[in-house]
């Protein structure tokens, strides 16, 4: 009897819903040209944008993902003028689903400001900022020049505008999760099928996507979502599609100033990766290029120790060991201080030692996220720079499995990968096998001292959490190994290649990235069956001219668009402290061809991740 009167009433709802009930999105309008070629036009607040091409679309078979988009668009006069306003530049628009009640990313960068604001002024009023003493003088020097010329918004990008539209049904009583309901995704994405995409952006897989890591302590509850656009004034270059060399070290030089900037403000990013550092070109010269930080969403006070239960705590490839592994580096007893018959006064000082830490650093969700963190990912993003983006010729036999062995779009921390930070020697034997020898080989002493500086870091992390000035040395530090790598290279510049242009991640399974490689055969073989796969197309330079979509047929009458929200979306309710809830796409405001910074994990939880497509394929083909 209850089921046919359930099934009646569901048929009911549709039948009888209006057309935002059913996910219809009012302030979206489809249209095409004179060529057939769809667009859109989305609404902002009082104001209109036209679509010209997509940077990110992202299509995951989830409810309770925040169905990104991210779009390059021109303003328009409204929905019926689609004439570009004059004088008007192109921007970014990005459209997602947050959770209701969480800080959007301009929200965030607003509180950053209004924190840096004050130093600014305690500075001009004569007061010395005691949060700046752990700085190198150079480093010192240049905090306060930025704070006293209130210069610090040139390493964030710049909100144009932004709305905050419709919130989504909530989880229904009764409702419980069923994570067998679909099929887990491939780890490759599925290509798009928009006209508007280009062709590289429909199969790249990237190396981005943040990961949570699922943490059993409490089940996991679900809220509504609400709408959230953002438009951005910048068009970057993500650091994964810069192809000079140096132009990437000036990018990582200014997140790492941006960081120090948000380090003042107290916060913590939280997710650093190669689609979220940016390379901005001057308008005014364009031979001057400056780093850009973007992808605030997950950034949040240092001070707000609460975690939400599956935390947004950085990209798999670019993630601190300790966030990945949900282990602490620095609670072991060093060598110095083991004795070789330990007493049992001994073994009483461990406990407490070790409970200490535990209350220090703990929280009910796992490893408390700190500023050191930032600056690892920022380690591990120079590093796969150099070793998968750097052309070998002829390429090394095993290279694409030591690649793997370090950098995985997994929760799941790889051997290689731990054993860098944790044990010594073990990155420097690995460079000297991996990193090119002939241009780079200068390097690997620089790249052992971030390690061992973070290593040593770690070990005293514990009693110094709160220690600001321990984490100020450490910036001081990770800028001055960046510049002096930089004059390493300068050395060389006319020698060096470009990069290779950003392309998917080595498909085989790793080995002993320490071993002996395999043998060439294998690897030709490999390299046959991954040039016969459309997955592995490379993107164009991030310099190159943008072309346009192409063409597909489509419905030239105007269209209310339906959008990524579902009917009755699940995803947990939170506050600003717990916005974090969903498997996300990391943001890539790009100027090239290749998918943006985040997507198609490789994770565990990727049944729950980012993100559905609502739009009716037959209206886009």
């Avoid at 407490?352 to 969700?365: D, G, P």
């Avoid at 005293?460 to 510049?483: E, F, I, Q, V």
Wanted: charged fraction near 30%.
């Amino acid at each position: 009897m209850a089921d046919y009167r359930l099934f009646i009433r569901i048929m009911l709802i549709f039948l009888l819903a209006n057309k935002e009930k059913l996910g219809y999105d009012p302030t979206v309008r489809r249209r095409s040209d004179s060529d057939g070629k769809p667009y859109f036009i989305y609404q902002v607040g009082n104001r209109y944008f036209k679509t010209v091409r997509s940077i990110l679309e992202s299509r995951r078979l989830c409810v309770t993902g925040r169905g990104t988009r991210v779009w390059q668009v021109v303003e328009v006069g409204s929905f019926e003028n689609l004439e570009a306003i004059e004088g008007r530049p192109q921007m970014v628009l990005k459209d997602v689903w947050l959770n209701k009640g969480a800080m959007t990313e301009s929200q965030n960068l607003r509180a950053i400001f209004d924190e840096l604001e004050k130093l600014s002024r305690d500075l001009r009023s004569g007061t010395e900022l005691a949060i700046l003493s752990g700085f190198e003088e150079e480093e010192r020097r240049r905090l306060r020049d930025c704070l006293l010329q209130r210069t610090w918004g040139r390493y964030f990008l710049t909100k144009e505008c932004d709305w905050q539209g419709y919130s989504s049904t909530g989880r229904g009583d009764g409702a419980e999760p069923n994570n067998q309901l679909f099929d887990a995704p491939p780890s490759d994405p599925i290509p798009a099928s928009s006209s508007l995409t280009s062709s590289t952006r429909r199969s790249t897989p990237r190396p981005t996507d943040p990961v949570g890591r699922r943490l059993p302590q409490r089940p996991r509850s679900y809220g509504s979502k609400q709408q959230y656009r953002v438009v951005y004034q910048e068009i970057c270059t993500p650091v994964h599609e810069v192809r000079p060399l140096m132009d990437v070290f000036t990018a990582l030089e200014d997140c790492v100033f941006a960081l120090e900037l948000m380090f003042l403000a107290g916060w913590v990013h939280r997710n650093i990766s190669s689609g979220n550092v940016y390379l901005y070109t001057e308008k005014e010269r364009q031979d001057e290029f400056r780093g850009i930080l973007g992808d605030l969403e997950y950034a949040k006070r240092f001070s707000d120790t609460r975690c939400s239960l599956e935390p947004k705590t950085g990209t798999a490839y670019f993630m601190a060991v300790e966030i990945q592994t949900q282990q602490l580096i620095g609670t072991t007893i060093s060598p110095e201080n083991q004795k070789e018959k330990p007493s049992k006064k001994d073994m009483k000082d461990l406990v407490k030692m070790k409970q200490a830490v535990n209350n220090v650093v703990k929280t009910v969700a796992g490893v408390r996220y700190h500023f050191q963190h930032d600056m690892e990912s920022v380690f591990w993003l120079l590093l796969w720079t150099l070793l998968g983006r750097f052309p070998r010729y002829p390429k090394p036999a095993g290279l694409d499995d030591a690649i793997l062995a370090v950098f995985r779009d997994t929760n799941i921390c790889p051997l290689t990968r731990a054993e860098i930070i944790r044990h010594e020697n073990v990155l420097e034997n690995y460079l000297k096998l991996w990193l090119d020898p002939i241009h780079l080989e200068d390097l690997i002493p620089y790249l052992g001292s971030i390690r061992d500086v973070l290593k040593n870091a770690y070990d005293h992390r514990p009693k110094k959490m709160d220690d600001l000035a321990d984490y100020a040395n450490l910036y001081s530090l990770l800028c001055w190994t960046l510049g002096e790598c930089r004059n390493v290279l300068k050395l060389k510049q006319s020698d060096l290649p470009l990069l290779l242009p950003w392309s998917s991640s080595p498909s085989p399974e790793p080995t002993n990235a320490l071993s002996p490689a395999k043998p060439a055969a294998q690897v030709r073989e490999r390299s046959k069956r991954k040039r016969g796969s459309d997955g592995d197309k490379l993107p164009k330079s991030a310099r190159s001219k943008v072309d346009h979509p192409t063409s597909s047929q489509s419905d030239p009458q105007d269209e209310a668009i339906q959008h990524e929200t579902p009917a009755a979306p699940l995803s947990e309710e939170s506050g600003p402290s717990e916005d974090d809830e969903d498997e996300e796409d990391d943001t890539q405001l790009s100027s090239g061809d290749s998918e943006s910074d985040p997507e198609e994990s490789d994770s565990e939880e990727s049944d729950e991740s980012d993100d559905d497509e609502y739009v009716p394929e037959q209206d886009l083909q």
